[in-house]
């Protein structure tokens, strides 16, 4: 069978069998060393013809195949009843399915690179200077004052009776519960911190805390704590 290929294509020479195979449609687990080793030799005598060097590796392979093709035309010896018959193939065959292997496993991991080369990510910087200096949160409570306060609040809702909750589907957003707080202020003014989380699951606090902390922010609300030990209190903001 003629076999057209390039030459200088092939990594070393499991690579070139695996060619040869796949182009004679033969079973890598059945080789016919016969013809696989005339066309193995008929690429060395190509490489040759148009004098270019061939590698030490190549000739190694091209004897191994000359060795296993007249192990198979040489008769059986006899060997003992208990003993089972090698095939010469059996270690090239090994070898071939090895390194067929890694070479799947190679393209793999080259798609996988050639992926991760599309994404591009971006070193750390300063956020200082995006942070307006001159836009503080309105209140005169800290916001390790608003978290120690939270904590405690949620551990006494903890010991005492089960809470009502509701489970929604929608998820809760910030701006939702800022227009929900805005109610409440327009009509009560003045509320307790701890009024504005009316139903304790970790999407609806965090949305909650997140919302009042912005309030503050925009000047919308402001958090005020008479004492240390004192009930903190949102209100409305003095327009000015």
Known sequence: MNIEFKINEFS???DLLLHLIKEAKM???NIEIEEITKQYMDYLALQEKMNLEIASEYLV???EL???KSKLLLPNEKIEESEE???PREELVNRL???KAYKEITKVLQEKENLRSEIYTKAP???KQYIDENKEINCDVSLDDLIEAF???LQRKKESEPLKTKVTVNEISVSSRRYDIKKVLSSKKRVSFFELFPIINREYVVATFLAILEMAKDRELVIKQEGTFEEIICEVADEK
């Open 12 to 14: 070393g020479p499991l």
């Open 27 to 29: 079973d890598i687990m």
């Open 61 to 63: 392979m091209a004897s």
């Open 66 to 68: 000359l060795e296993i």
């Open 85 to 87: 018959e090698v095939d």
């Open 97 to 99: 399915l090895e390194y």
């Open 125 to 127: 910087e300063n956020v």
């Open 151 to 153: 904590k405690k609040y």
